[in-house]
C-alpha cells in the first residue's frame, strides 16, 4: 500500500478534489433556476450546516492530524498546532481588511475592506470568495500531505473524507449566493454565473496548497493547523453571525448541529 501511495500525484489529487468542490458550488448555484426566493430559516440552516462542518472539518482533518505529525517528528504537539491556527487566522483577518466584500443580507454600506464602488452583487461575490480560499486551501495541504514519509492510507483517506466534507457544504453555499441575487432582480442565468464563479478560487488555493507542502515538507504540521485557523476565522467572522442574526431563530444552531455531526461521523467513520 505504501508504494501505491508513491505513485499517487498529490497535487493532481488537490486539484481533482478541489474541482469537485468547485462543482458542487456550481451545481448549488444552479438552484437558481428553480427557486426565486429563498426561506431565511432555510438560508440560516444552510449556513449553520456549512459552519458544523468546517468547524468539524478543522479538527479532525487537520489541527488532530497536524498535532499527531508533529509528536511524529519530535515536536510538541501543541506548538505547530497553535502558532499555524493563529497564522492562518490572521491571514484571514488581513485579507478581511482589504478585500472588498459584503456579507449576506447587508446593506451595501456596510460593506467592508478597502472602499470601492463595486456593485453589490460583486461584493457578496467576493465576500464567498474569500472563505472559498481557505476551504481549498485545507483540501490541497491534505493532499500535499501525502508527499511526507509519514504519510499512510489514513492520511489519504482523511484527504478525501475533507474534500467530500467541502463540497457538502459548498452546495447549500452556491444556492445561498446565487438565490439572493435573483431575488434582487438579477436574471436567473447571471445570478448562477456569479455564484458558481465564487468557487473557482477553490482549485487554485488547493494546487498551491498542495505545492507548497511538497516544497516545504518540515512545515506541514504548521500548514495543516494554518489551514484549520483560517477556516475558524470564517465561521466566526461571518457564516455564524449571519445565520444568527434572527435571534428567535434555532435553525442556524440546529444547522450547526447536524453539520458537525456529519462531518465528525464522517472524519471517524471513514478515517
Known amino acids: 500500500m505504501i508504494q501505491y501511495l508513491e505513485t499517487l500525484n498529490p497535487i493532481l489529487l488537490a486539484f481533482l478534489a478541489t474541482v469537485f468542490t468547485y462543482f458542487v458550488t456550481m451545481l448549488g448555484s444552479s438552484m437558481v433556476f428553480f427557486f426565486k426566493t429563498i426561506n431565511l430559516k432555510v438560508l440560516n ?7 458544523g462542518v468546517m468547524i468539524a472539518a478543522s479538527f479532525w482533518s487537520l489541527l488532530n492530524p497536524a498535532i499527531e505529525l508533529a509528536e511524529k517528528i519530535g515536536l510538541p504537539g501543541w506548538k505547530p498546532a497553535v502558532i499555524g491556527f493563529l497564522a492562518g487566522g490572521l491571514f484571514l483577518w488581513s485579507i478581511d481588511k482589504v478585500l472588498p466584500h459584503l456579507h449576506l443580507n447587508k446593506k451595501p454600506s456596510l460593506a467592508e475592506g478597502i472602499k470601492t464602488k463595486l456593485r453589490r452583487s460583486i461584493l457578496l461575490v467576493l465576500s464567498i470568495t474569500l472563505h472559498n480560499i481557505p476551504e481549498g486551501l485545507a483540501v490541497g495541504v491534505a493532499f500535499g500531505a501525502l508527499s511526507s514519509p509519514e504519510s499512510d492510507t489514513s492520511t489519504l483517506i482523511a ?3 475533507l474534500a467530500l466534507g467541502i463540497g457538502l457544504q459548498n452546495f447549500p453555499e452556491g444556492a445561498a449566493v446565487s438565490i439572493p441575487l ?17 468557487g473557482i478560487v477553490e482549485p487554485i488555493a488547493g494546487v498551491l496548497g498542495a505545492i507548497f507542502v511538497i516544497k516545504m515538507t518540515f512545515l506541514l504540521p504548521y500548514a495543516l493547523a494554518f489551514a484549520a485557523g483560517a477556516m475558524i476565522y470564517v465561521v466566526a467572522e461571518e457564516l455564524i ?19 458537525f455531526a456529519l462531518m465528525m461521523f464522517l472524519d471517524v467513520a471513514l478515517g
Open 45 to 51: 440552516s444552510m449556513l449553520g450546516f456549512a459552519s
Open 159 to 161: 484527504a478525501m473524507t
Open 182 to 198: 435573483r431575488r434582487d432582480g438579477m436574471s436567473r442565468m447571471r445570478a448562477f454565473i456569479y455564484g458558481q464563479a465564487s
Open 241 to 259: 453571525p449571519t445565520a444568527k442574526e434572527v435571534r428567535s431563530d434555532d435553525s442556524g444552531t440546529i444547522g450547526v448541529m447536524i453539520g
